[in-house]
T-cell receptor
């Protein structure tokens, strides 16, 4: 158990809809990262927050957004969902080192 | 859980054999490297890391080798066990940035 929690574990929704994925980092970690993992793309970095502020941006679509709240939990919002958005979404957190600890993931299925 | 490695390079070994998983990294400025293990249906789990001022680091049953000249990283697993079956990812970091860049991954299959 990494100490990072993610909810929900599974999510099934229809095209065009909007969903919110939630992540709680390890106790004391200020950085939160979001990744998308699909069968043919590997782990794709989406975005990083550090203590509430956006720190780095990767391959995140404009339809996706994230935020980190004062209690350090983070949410990833995915809107106007398309079939190709079906994937595993992972959250990771880190403290003072570069080592990232991953949560169990949310499996999103868009039908 | 669902496999994440349907299109990944696969290494098949027998239980008890030593396994070597290779990774070529892209950024010559990267100075920190991590190996992660991802079991089916789970998130990636840290195995071992190495900084660029080292060329070898050992853990419990695992050794990471770094060759900066050819930008190559390898993970050696001694006495491989069925529980080692998973997808293994290398990740690189440039200390000027806080993010990791992940490789494509290799699936390790260990048969009894």
């Amino acid at each position: 158990d990494s100490g990072v929690t993610q909810t929900p574990k599974h999510l099934i929704t229809a095209t065009g809809q909007r969903v919110t994925l939630r992540c709680s980092p390890r106790s004391g970690d200020l950085s939160v990262y979001w990744y998308q993992q699909s069968l043919d793309q590997g782990l794709q970095f989406l975005i990083q927050y550090y203590n509430g502020e956006e720190r780095a941006k990767g391959n995140i679509l404009e339809r996706f957004s994230a935020q980190q709240f004062p209690d350090l939990h983070s949410e990833l919002n995915l809107s106007s969902l398309e079939l190709g958005d079906s994937a595993l979404y992972f959250c990771a957190s880190s403290g003072t080192t570069y080592e990232q600890y991953f949560g169990p993931g949310t499996r999103l299925t868009v039908t | 859980g669902e496999s994440v490695g349907l299109h990944l390079p696969t290494l098949s070994v027998q239980e008890g054999d030593n396994s070597i998983i290779n990774c070529a990294y892209s950024n010559s400025a990267s100075d920190y490297f991590i190996w992660y293990k991802q079991e089916s249906g789970k998130g990636p789990q840290f195995i071992i890391d190495i900084r660029s001022n080292m060329d070898k680091r050992q853990g419990q049953r695992v050794t990471v080798l770094l060759n900066k000249t050819v930008k190559h990283l390898s993970l050696q697993i001694a006495a491989t066990q069925p529980g080692d079956s998973a997808v293994y990812f290398c990740a690189e970091n440039n200390s000027g940035y806080s993010t990791l860049t992940f490789g494509k991954g290799t699936m390790l299959l260990v048969s009894p």
